[in-house]
T-cell receptor, first 116, second 107 residues
Framework: EAGVAQSPRYKIIEKRQSVAFWCNPISGHATLYWYQQILGQGPKLLIQFQNNGVVDDSQLPKDRFSAERLKGVDSTLKIQPAKLEDSAVYLC??????????????FGPGTRLTVL | DAKTTQPTSMDCAEGRAANLPCNHSTISGNEYVYWYRQIHSQGPQYIIHGLKNNETNEMASLIITEDRKSSTLILPHATLRDTAVYYCIVESYKYIFGTGTRLKVLA
């Protein structure tokens, strides 16, 4: 079974530029998550989708970050404009169904963003 | 804030059992305990989870105390490839990661 795919694996941009990350979840998984992991810290949830609807985006800095999952499968996360403090690893995860009492999440390899 | 407390780091000799503790004294009755690990430059990898009973799979064993206020992840025969950051998470519809335990397996 293929895992969660993410691209690109690495990205270097200048501050104030824009950047987009792509995620393809495990086939059949209804729930998709984007996390931000700053060096030395655990991942922090940015946004959670259930199919193509947003379940939780309380930690997403909406003035510069946006995410979509138009057809309920692939997702993109965009930052515009980027700041130095956005340098981090952006992780995508998926789970079978996020509505139950428990649901195991499976993570992709992440995209390492460096903002100069 | 994370609902779990873990030691910052631990060392373990190769071939010995690695016992990683986690405190979750505010856990609620319907919240599961999940363990993940993150090897350098990779995404977190699922290890095991449980609610009340002890659990075992091909990777590890999870021992949960009767009052559910703490748990221990056991890697029965640690290898150098088990060197990673291990996260204990109390899950209630979402994951809140702490800073985890950095386990170093020594040759």
């Amino acid at each position: 079974e293929a895992g969660v795919a993410q691209s690109p694996r690495y990205k270097i941009i200048e501050k104030r530029q824009s950047v987009a990350f792509w995620c393809n979840p495990i086939s059949g998984h209804a729930t998709l998550y984007w996390y931000q992991q700053i060096l030395g810290q655990g991942p922090k949830l940015l946004i959670q989708f259930q199919n193509n609807g947003v379940v939780d985006d309380s930690q997403l800095p909406k003035d510069r970050f946006s995410a979509e999952r138009l057809k309920g499968v692939d997702s993109t996360l965009k930052i515009q404009p980027a700041k130095l403090e956005d340098s981090a690893v952006y992780l995508c995860a998926s789970s079978l169904d996020g509505t139950g009492a428990t649901d195991t999440q499976y993570f992709g390899p992440g995209t390492r963003l460096t903002v100069l | 804030d994370a609902k779990t407390t873990q030691p910052t780091s631990m060392d373990c000799a190769e071939g010995r059992a690695a016992n990683l503790p986690c405190n979750h004294s505010t856990i609620s009755g319907n919240e599961y305990v999940y363990w993940y690990r993150q090897i350098h430059s990779q995404g977190p990898q699922y290890i095991i989870h449980g609610l009340k009973n002890n659990e075992t799979n091909e990777m590890a064993s999870l021992i949960i105390t009767e009052d559910r206020k703490s748990s221990t992840l056991i890697l029965p025969h640690a290898t150098l490839r088990d060197t990673a950051v291990y996260y204990c998470i109390v899950e209630s519809y979402k994951y809140i990661f702490g800073t985890g335990t950095r386990l170093k397996v020594l040759a």
